[in-house]
């Protein structure tokens, strides 16, 4: 390489790389997490998936992995999401600083809120409460599903439509036998997850579209 071209050479290597989010940012961060999961764990995914759009903690296809590593595993889906998400960020101390966030804030509060409903669950007015929360929780339930949903469809419909087919009847299956509790959910996932790899290795791929441009 020539002397006249290791200035461009230079200047990526000197481009200023983005600084690590500190602990107390990802403390605070998943503290609002953990206080504003109201409605449950569709919530707080919800919430975090938002996060990680926002600060570019990661992108669609990242966190559709992590979190389908999460349901591999056994334990508590969103801890270990949010495990993954602060070890990517800090290491140990990430983890650590994400956990704390999410737990210790929403804790304190809930306890609180145990007190109060138990001085006052007789009230017409909480009754009334309690009872509009489950609507509430499905239609998150629902936002939570689309959401991971609409990158896995997307993703297959540029693949062809038989691989789009086949992924769209894996997951009604997977959903049906979940709602009709046929198997447990680790089978269902199994067998959705070696069915999918199967049609994904044998399955061909359309050839990509020529343009116009160059078809002459």
Not at 125 to 150: C, E, K, W, Y
Request: aromatic letters at 8%.
């Amino acid at each position: 390489m020539s002397r006249e071209s290791s200035p461009s050479v230079k200047h990526i290597q000197n481009a200023p790389q983005p600084k690590p989010t500190g602990l107390w940012r990802i403390f605070f961060t998943f503290g609002m997490i953990g206080i504003q999961s109201f409605g449950g764990g569709s919530a707080t995914f919800l919430l975090i998936h938002q996060t990680c759009m926002k600060h570019g903690w990661m992108d669609e296809d990242e966190f559709i992995k992590s979190w389908a590593i999460c349901q591999l595993s056994p334990g508590i889906n969103l801890i270990k999401l949010t495990i993954l998400i602060g070890r990517k960020l800090r290491g140990f101390s990430g983890m650590l600083a994400a956990n704390s966030g999410l737990l210790v804030p929403s804790a304190i509060i809930t306890g609180l809120m145990t007190a109060f409903y138990t001085l006052y669950k007789d009230l017409p007015a909480i009754q009334a409460a309690m009872r509009g929360i489950l609507p509430a929780t499905i239609g998150l339930s629902l936002a939570m599903s689309a959401n991971l949903a609409v990158p896995i469809f997307k993703a297959a419909k540029g693949e062809g439509k038989v691989r789009f087919v086949v992924q769209l009847v894996i997951i009604a299956g997977a959903g049906l036998a979940l709602a009709l509790d046929w198997l447990s959910p680790l089978w269902i996932m199994l067998a959705a997850a070696g069915l999918t790899a199967i049609a994904l290795t044998y399955i061909p791929t359309p050839p990509p579209a020529i343009p116009e441009s160059q078809k002459e």
